[in-house]
């Protein structure tokens, strides 16, 4: 089995409140936070403890994305609706109403801006204009969290109603749903070879879903003690982590869904309450971590064969 080597190389702690969420940026050591706080945070690895405040909304931030087509920062403003920012000019550039609930994940594909919403609605949304092009309510209970897969031509949706869900990027029909789990999904991502689609729900069990095979179930982890939050791919699509409400980070290798490492408090000084959202970054390897006890820590791995 490889070892891994775990080195905490710093934490940032410019939030006051929870950290639900991280985004990529335009450059490898470059990221973004969002919180409990409303405090949308630029931050560079290069600078430890060193963070830009980008906006304060009145509301808690449980989701951010960053456009790479227009250089621009969507925040999901809670109970409210999208806040589109200038992160470099530290300006709102446009906002939408798309909900009265909570805005739990934002994505972007070719000229569509998809929100997840606490109402169990997905809001499409022209990138372009910002105008609402259609609305899917396939779900009373909350809709959590998107996953992307050019390959195949789907976007897989995780609910709080234990199902996911598969639709078409073409027209947004549905093309299959499953109950997954025994409760929320709350974690999905598809493997860099887009063959494979992994869960992570609150019932702290990771699954393997064949794309190929109509999504046929393949695999199946007792992963954590409580919830699983968040699943991210290394750059090299060996291994990926998970993240979850019983404190830890998981390392585990993507062909076998083998746990590697575990990076928890006790060992490793790691977050003391749950950790929600992770990046890996190509910067040099690191990982990033987000968490309730509002701090964001960077880990150095390294993986010994």
Not at 18 to 36: E, H, I, K, Q, R
Not at 52 to 74: E, F, M, T, W
Request: hydrophobic share 40%.
């Amino acid at each position: 089995m490889s070892a891994v080597q775990v080195n905490k190389l710093h934490a940032f702690t410019g939030h006051h409140d929870c950290v639900y969420t991280l985004a990529p940026a335009d450059s490898n050591s470059v990221f973004f936070s969002g919180g409990g706080d409303g405090m949308v945070v630029k931050w560079d690895l290069t600078q430890p403890n060193e963070g830009d405040l980008i906006a304060r909304l009145p509301n808690s931030v449980y989701a951010i994305h960053y456009d790479k087509k227009s250089n621009l920062l969507i925040a999901g403003h809670n109970y409210d609706g999208i806040r589109v920012l200038d992160w470099q000019q530290k300006r709102e550039v446009a906002s939408l109403q798309v909900t009265s609930a909570a805005i739990f994940d934002i994505t972007t594909i070719e000229d569509d801006l998809l929100v997840a919403t606490g109402e169990g609605i997905i809001v499409i949304i022209d990138r372009i204009n910002f105008r609402i092009k259609t609305r899917l309510a396939p779900s009373e209970k909350n809709a959590r969290v998107f996953a992307i897969n050019p390959k195949s031509g789907d976007v897989a949706i995780g609910f709080s109603d234990s199902y996911i869900r598969i639709f078409s990027l073409r027209d947004y029909k549905l093309k299959y749903e499953f109950k997954a789990h025994a409760n929320s999904v709350f974690a999905l991502r598809y493997t860099p070879d887009s063959n494979f689609l992994i869960s992570g729900s609150r019932d702290a069990r990771l699954k393997a879903w064949d794309v190929r095979a109509s999504y046929n179930q393949v695999g199946e982890v007792v992963a954590h003690l409580f919830a699983i939050n968040h699943i991210v791919f290394s750059p090299s699509g060996e291994y990926f982590a998970t993240a979850s409400m019983d404190k830890s980070i998981k390392i585990w290798t993507t062909r076998e869904l083998r746990l590697l490492k575990v990076i928890d408090k006790a060992r490793h000084a790691g977050h003391g309450t749950s950790v929600n959202k992770l990046l890996w970054t190509s910067h040099q390897n690191q990982l990033v971590s987000a968490s309730d006890d509002r701090s964001i820590s960077v880990w150095d791995l390294r993986f010994l064969l």
